[in-house]
């Protein structure tokens, strides 16, 4: 009888871990919005410069981070993949008070990146991450262009996602993709 028992219990135990690894997802699909990205940053420092000589700025927007990350889990604590992202800031120009033009400067960015998560329950998932990588820059003053390529990172100590196939999720940190990011994350 106890070996009968014993028989059915590894049976069903071996049934178990063999669904569980079906139902692991080892790819991620991500959309995201990021806010204040360090390039908002550099251009803030930048106006604070040219404030200095007398050219300022007026109307400034800026898009934020707009990414996409593709994350392959090697296992469930640690995956590698990428992230391209897009951001962007537009100003008016003054010398003075006179209209000297407009400016708008396009990022263009794409950092490697690895994602550790540190916490499983059932939907809830926490993690951090760090990439490094590039950013073209495009910076059109009144039609005259002008392109340069400088490091980019991003480091996030604290994510937190909801969810399994479909989670949604949140990432604190500093870097090109914000300092604050949320989005939806399909796993397959």
Known sequence: MNKKTLLVSLLLLSTGVITAQKEFKRNELSFVYGYHP????IDLFS???????G????????LGAVSVMYNYRINRIFGIGAAVSY???????FIGDEEA?????DYFTVLPRVKAEWFHSDVVTMYSSVA?????????IDGDKDESTRIAWQFSPFGIEIGRKVAGFAEVGIGQLGIAMAGLRFRF
């Open 38 to 41: 360090t390039s908002d940053w």
């Open 47 to 53: 106006d604070g410069i040219s404030s200095i000589v």
């Open 55 to 62: 050219m300022n700025t007026k109307n400034n927007k800026s």
């Open 87 to 93: 951001s962007n800031h537009n100003k008016d120009l």
């Open 101 to 105: 033009g407009k400016r708008k400067l």
């Open 132 to 140: 490094i990588g590039a950013t073209l820059t495009v910076d059109d």
